[in-house]
């Protein structure tokens, strides 16, 4: 069975800091993908980055960045000179690569950011 | 371009009532996942849907069933609802029975009284 744990219910940082939202994932499969999603207080999850097991390359896309690491199933998410706007809460998921079949995301509980200005 | 589109936004019923739940699919999307998303909590997978069947099922009881129709569109049926169903519900959208493009709607936020 495939699980994931955001260990940080909630974060509170001042606009400017950079911020670390870990997670963590179990999984049986040699082939997954893992996600990120923000949800705004509108409630639409809106899709933050994708990764394949088979690519641990780090990545960056503006102010945020991914660090995947398979040795130690981790998959974190950096922030970097947080605004206002970033606050939400933010929830990783994994999603096993099975054949014939659709794949359902499993989600960890989520991470509240606050950033205060 | 539309993502994906739910309807109601909100939505009250009392206990034992049976409730049905609307969603449209982003245009070019086949495939529709609904999910349950307690207050406080992940998002939890409830059922997917391709070529108007069920295709793979969480662990949600019976009273919880869905169709598709052909055009993608789908609904989510609750029957004789308990206070535990009170919830967001989302639907999500993809291009492939994958599932690695998934767009999530705005969610129907169900309170049971």
């Known amino acids: 069975a495939q699980k994931v744990t955001q260990a940080q219910t909630e974060i509170s940082v001042v606009e400017k800091e950079d911020v670390t939202l870990d997670c963590v994932y179990e999984?049986?499969?040699?082939?997954?993908?893992l996600f990120w999603y923000k949800q705004p207080p509108s409630g639409e999850l809106v899709f933050l980055i994708r990764?394949?097991?088979?690519?641990?390359q780090n990545e960056i896309s503006g102010r945020y960045s991914w660090n995947f690491q398979k040795s130690t199933s981790s998959f974190n998410f950096t922030i970097t000179a947080s605004q206002v706007v970033d606050s939400a809460v933010y929830f990783c998921?994994?999603?096993?690569?099975?054949?014939?079949?659709?794949?359902?995301?499993?989600f960890g509980g989520g991470t509240r950011l606050m950033v205060k200005p | 371009d539309a993502g994906v589109t739910q309807s109601p936004t909100h939505l009250i019923k009392t206990r034992g009532q049976q409730v049905t739940l609307r969603c449209s699919p982003k245009?070019?999307?086949?495939?529709v996942s609904w999910y349950q998303q307690a207050l406080g909590q992940g998002p939890q997978f409830i059922f997917q849907?391709?070529?108007?069947?069920?295709?793979q099922r969480g662990n949600f009881p019976d009273r919880f069933s869905g169709h598709q129709y052909p055009n993608y569109s789908s609904e989510l049926n609750v029957n004789a609802l308990l206070l535990g169903d009170s919830a967001l519900y989302l639907c999500?959208?993809?291009?492939?029975?994958?599932?690695?493009?998934?767009?999530f709607g705005s969610g129907t936020r169900l309170t049971v009284v």
């Open positions: 999500a959208s993809s291009p492939d029975r994958a599932g690695y493009g998934y767009t």
């Open positions: 999984t049986r499969d040699t082939t997954y993908y």
């Open positions: 990764r394949n097991s088979f690519d641990e």
């Open positions: 998921a994994l999603s096993e690569a099975h054949n014939n079949a659709g794949n359902m995301l499993t």
């Open positions: 245009s070019g999307h086949d495939t």
């Open positions: 849907y391709y070529e108007e069947e069920e295709r």
